[in-house]
Nanobody, 123 residues
Framework: QVHLVVSGGGLVQAGASLRLSCAAS????????MAWFRQAPEKEREFVAA???????YYADSVKARFTISRDNAKNTVYLQMDSLKPEDTAVYYC?????????????????WGQGTQVTVSS
């Protein structure tokens, strides 16, 4: 079992930055691949970024060069640094974990999910 707790959302103006955190507990975090997804109102949940247990990272084209995913295995935490935020980044952001070693843009490979945090970017 992996328990994920997300924090760090909020309301910001366009161009601002936010950092989301996802604290994990329950099993060895350093062996788990992690990802961030988001879901805007009336839209499908979409991939944002993912990071392997070894540190390799992947990004959706829409956030590349603006968002940075990182992890601190000593703190069992994964982060999403979001810079140059745009109104279209407004969504509920979710942290996800794949205990079976998969990493993908597909949400179905992740078997544990955090509770989500609202990010609202005003124009």
């Amino acid at each position: 079992q992996v328990h994920l707790v997300v924090s760090g959302g909020g309301l910001v103006q366009a161009g601002a930055s936010l950092r989301l955190s996802c604290a994990a507990s329950g099993r060895t975090f350093s062996n788990i691949n992690m990802a961030w997804f988001r879901q805007a109102p009336e839209k499908e949940r979409e991939f944002v970024a993912a990071i392997r247990w070894s540190g390799g990272s992947y990004y959706a084209d829409s956030v590349k060069a603006r968002f940075t995913i990182s992890r601190d295995n000593a703190k069992n935490t994964v982060y999403l640094q979001m810079d140059s935020l745009k109104p279209e980044d407004t969504a509920v952001y979710y942290c996800a974990a794949s205990s079976l070693g998969y990493i993908s843009e597909r949400s179905t490979v992740y078997d544990y999910w955090g509770q989500g945090t609202q990010v609202t970017v005003s124009s």
